[in-house]
């Protein structure tokens, strides 16, 4: 059942979480939290002509968050900052209901589509997402909320 594999990933991503920690040097940092649940991400990169050569994330939180900040971390590393910026809006918009963008290849991340049966549980799927558009969107690159 697709269900049962959404969450296979979402619980592998949790367990085994991809690119934890801190990037060094940072040219990219952010933080967000929810103070509803207690989930705190922060997500930093080190860029490289042009695209982002390294992500990490750092905090704790549900498996979720957590899942969703490795799956990021995963879908976003070696893309400019324009594709970056995209498929994030386009991953936002999944996270809403609305339509999925430009055929683009969701690997992973159409995972946590299943999110949505939950609407209490988006914004956990969503806050690294969120955290890195604001780094992405803030003028040093460095941004905390």
């Known amino acids: 059942m697709l269900d049962d594999l959404y969450q296979q990933i979402i619980l592998d991503h949790?367990?085994?979480p991809r690119n934890k920690g801190r990037t060094e040097p940072q040219d990219l940092m952010a933080k967000e939290n929810n103070p509803l649940?207690?989930?705190e991400i922060e997500v930093t990169a080190r860029l490289a002509d042009g695209k982002i050569a390294e992500i990490k994330f750092a905090g704790h939180g549900c498996a979720i968050s957590q899942a969703s900040a490795s799956i990021m971390t995963t879908k976003l590393t070696g893309k400019t900052l324009a594709?970056?910026?995209e498929f994030?809006?386009?991953f936002l918009k999944m996270m809403r209901?609305?339509?999925l963008f430009g055929g683009k290849e969701l690997g992973d991340a159409k995972a946590l589509?299943?999110?949505l049966k939950f609407p209490v549980r988006v914004k956990c799927a969503t806050l690294p997402w969120h955290a890195l558009r604001g780094a992405l969107h803030s003028k040093e690159g460095v941004?905390?909320?």
């Open 83 to 85: 594709e970056a910026e």
């Open 14 to 16: 949790y367990r085994r």
């Open 143 to 145: 941004e905390e909320r």
């Open 88 to 90: 994030i809006a386009g």
């Open 37 to 39: 649940c207690g989930d």
């Open 113 to 115: 589509e299943g999110v």
């Open 97 to 99: 209901g609305e339509k």
